[in-house]
Nanobody, 123 residues
Framework: QVQLVESGGGLVQAGESLRLSCAASGRTFSSYSMGWFRQAPGKEREFVAAISRNGIITNVADSVKGRFTISRDNARNTVYLQMNSLKSEDTAVYYC????????????????WGQGTQVTVSS
């Protein structure tokens, strides 16, 4: 089991950048594929990005491709989401998620979720 805590959200202007972090508890972080999801007001939660256990394989939603980058540091039990060129439509609560095993587990539906961090982009 793993517990996830997000940080780094906030209020920014359109065009600016933010980096979200997700700290995971436990000693087996490298056994988990990780991902980021988001939920905007009045909308369903949607996939943003995912990364494999060793960090080699990533999958990024078309809506953020070229602007967002997911990475991880297994020595620090942390996964990151670097968000550049932010737009007002990126405003949402961002959730870190994880699933033990290969990447497809995160894409199918991760077992573990953080509490979320708010990102607000003003235009």
């Amino acid at each position: 089991q793993v517990q996830l805590v997000e940080s780094g959200g906030g209020l920014v202007q359109a065009g600016e950048s933010l980096r979200l972090s997700c700290a995971a508890s436990g000693r087996t972080f490298s056994s988990y594929s990780m991902g980021w999801f988001r939920q905007a007001p009045g909308k369903e939660r949607e996939f943003v990005a995912a990364i494999s256990r060793n960090g080699i394989i990533t999958n990024v939603a078309d809506s953020v491709k070229g602007r967002f980058t997911i990475s991880r540091d297994n020595a620090r039990n942390t996964v990151y989401l670097q968000m550049n060129s932010l737009k007002s439509e990126d405003t949402a609560v961002y959730y870190c998620a994880g699933d033990e095993g290969p990447l497809w587990g995160v894409l199918r539906g991760p077992a573990y979720w953080g509490q979320g961090t708010q990102v607000t982009v003003s235009s």
